[in-house]
């Protein structure tokens, strides 16, 4: 299963993938590590698309080999996650997609504003810039709010959701 993460920085989806990868021994795929790791590079200031390109083809090779992977990135843009069903569907699996958000917009800044980065050298987004992004909405999504849940609250809600999901 191809297990597509998205939402704004600071909403808590690397997380909940993160720990959700733990869980169900899955691979993590992280755009915010591959598109650092080419800016780190010295081939481009800017990843652009490579970053997404990049991970389309890490979770493709996992998926071919069997292994659940979960996507992670802010996945802003339909044609994003678009490209990212694609890939499911090239592997012959199933995918689930996954916006996480922070409905209350106190709590949400304060993310943004007062988390560390943990890719070396990765400048995390403003609030600014965060609230102003393009953000394109998502249909059909598993909608998770971390705005009053715990990590474990929260992870508990999307396992009970993605086995209802793999049930249809």
């Keep these: 299963m191809l297990i597509i993460f998205g939402g704004l920085p ?33 081939i481009a200031d800017d990843a652009g698309p490579a970053g997404y390109i990049v991970a389309y083809g890490i979770a493709g090779d996992n998926l071919t080999l069997g292994r659940t992977v979960i996507a992670d990135s802010v ?42 980065t943990d890719v070396e050298g990765l400048v995390k987004p403003t609030w600014q810039e965060t609230s102003e992004r393009a953000y394109d909405e998502w249909h059909d999504a598993i909608l998770i709010d971390t705005a009053l849940k715990t990590v474990e609250a929260a992870l508990d809600e999307l396992m009970s959701r993605l086995k209802l999901l793999a049930m249809r």
Aim: proline letters at 1%.
């Design 75 to 116: 996945n802003p843009l339909r044609i994003t996650r678009s490209a990212w069903l694609s890939v499911a569907q090239a592997a012959g699996v199933m995918a689930a997609e996954v916006e996480v958000i922070c409905s209350d917009k106190a709590e949400h800044r304060n993310r943004v504003e007062t988390r560390l």
């Design 10 to 42: 600071g909403s808590g989806k690397t997380t909940i993938a993160r720990a959700l990868a733990e869980r169900l021994n899955a691979v993590h795929v992280r755009v915010d590590t591959i598109e650092q790791g080419i800016r780190a590079s010295g």
